[in-house]
């Protein structure tokens, strides 16, 4: 299903309608021109949540392949390789495929071996030929002595560093980067202070110093976010991508969120019912410094989740014109921290349920849900420290889903960034992220206010 979305000009009068699908096939069209008949040895596309990233590459690989120009796909985790993969021999089951993986002992998705069309080999020798070879920058960095690729493409390249980028660039001659800017910045093990500011800061995202040193490399973005509802991509194209805003692919009232059990009066109830109508809600818990894993706010997310299961709810949606049954499976819980999440589990197995996706952000970035519920950053905290003021976190963990987003927090989130000290170091040459985790903050709780729901606990 295609929506029109209408709008109006500046002067008051009927402007032309929005087509979603036609504004993304013309974005998709002038990337193609240039990765398959452009000069440049780079080309850079900018994408929102959800605007299908992994729908582009996979379609620049095969029709880069069916130009007779094979490729190398670099990705960023196992989990990331073996989906392209999978998607690849799904849209063309002819197509070579070779999947380059680790000598560990399970290096790939076994759901690999039923597909005819995929080589695998810990070898990249035992590949050459292949039309595409997928595998990630960690394993691409010790391929040595081949011929270079003509092409490659670089999958989550806002997650790559640029050190991971250096070790592999030998190993193609033009590349197409592929990311989100509104993700989490790559994760580095050790401090990387000394090198901040300098143009090979190799912690660096890959898509930053890539052009820092060629500004003229043809950049590109993608307008629509297809996850997202019209409910939620205003105000997440506003707080995390002032500068690329971008659309949802729906227009109110494609996707319709209902439950078959009435509420029983209580704050999680009625919260499940706020998002359920205006895809966001807020369930506001009494201020209180907290330790980290704050038993009423963990029991709190518990009690969302059960209660989304126990009222029987049903999506409706441009995938399905019939109501289809809310599973655990469409529920995830997003923290900001892996102890977070570990209690959450274990309140959710005293609570019986099992199969709900509770992780990080940093392990929720590219996955998606019919409803996610989360705990914001920085409930009950006495400080906002930069981990927490991260604006890459919070994007994750808002836009994961297509109906509609439940944050459970401690009141007084406002009053902590209003007390906030601006004493960050000032590093000259660093470029200044905006917006800033300050100003995100700020944005979401402004909108989430709206849709509060007390919860007297």
């Known amino acids: 299903m295609t929506t029109v979305h209408d709008t109006a000009d500046a002067a008051g009068g009927p402007a032309p309608a929005f087509d979603p699908g036609a504004e993304a096939a013309r974005a998709t069209d002038a990337i193609l021109r240039d990765t398959l008949h452009g000069g440049h040895r780079g080309v850079v596309v900018d994408s929102p949540p959800g605007a299908g990233k992994s729908t582009l590459v996979v379609r620049a690989a095969l029709e880069l392949a069916a130009a007779g120009r094979p490729l190398m796909v670099i990705a960023q985790t196992n989990a990331q390789v073996d989906d392209l993969v999978v998607r690849l021999a799904e849209k063309n089951p002819d197509a070579a495929v070779g999947r380059l993986h680790s000598n560990d002992a399970d290096p790939y998705d076994k759901a690999l071996d039923e597909l005819p069309g995929v080589r695998k080999s810990a070898k990249a020798g035992d590949l050459a030929g292949m039309d595409i070879v997928l595998s990630t920058a960690a394993k691409w960095a010790h391929v040595k002595g081949v011929e270079p690729w003509r092409h490659a493409i670089v999958d989550e390249a806002y997650q790559m560093r640029s050190d991971a980028l250096l070790a592999v660039a030998g190993l193609f001659e033009r590349a197409l980067f592929v990311g989100d800017p509104g993700q989490l910045d790559p994760f580095a093990i050790v401090g990387a202070e000394q090198w901040a500011g300098l143009s090979y800061d190799p912690s660096a995202s890959a898509v930053s110093t890539l052009l820092a040193h060629n500004p003229e490399l043809p950049q590109h973005r993608l307008p629509v976010s297809w996850r997202l509802p019209a409910s939620a991509a205003p105000l997440v194209s506003e707080a995390f991508y002032p500068y690329t805003p971008f659309r949802s692919g729906t227009g109110p009232g494609d996707r319709r969120l209902a439950f078959g059990v009435p509420s029983d009066g209580s704050g999680p109830d009625a919260v499940i019912d706020e998002a359920a109508h205006a895809g966001w809600g807020l369930l506001e818990l009494p201020a209180r410094h907290t330790p980290r894993t704050d038993p009423e706010a963990v029991a709190a997310l518990a009690k969302v989740v059960r209660r989304l299961l126990d009222r029987e709810g049903a999506s409706v949606s441009e995938r399905a014109a019939q109501p289809v049954p809310l599973t655990a499976d469409r529920i995830a819980v997003g923290t900001a921290h892996r102890d977070q999440a570990a209690a959450v589990r274990a309140a959710l197995a005293e609570l019986g349920v099992t199969d709900v996706t509770v992780d990080t952000a940093n392990r929720l970035q590219g996955r998606e849900f019919d409803v996610t519920v989360v705990l914001h950053p920085l ?53 200044v992220k905006f917006p800033d985790g300050w100003d995100a903050m700020m944005t979401t709780w402004d909108h989430l206010a709206a849709h509060r729901v007390r919860d007297a606990r």
Do not use: K, N
């Open 379 to 431: 409930s009950g905290r006495p400080d906002a420290t930069a981990f927490h003021l991260e604006t890459g976190r919070l994007c994750v963990l808002a836009s994961r889903h297509r109906h509609a987003c439940i944050v459970v927090s401690r009141a007084g989130v406002p009053d902590l960034l209003d007390a906030h000290p601006s004493t960050e170091p000032v590093q000259l040459g660093v470029t």
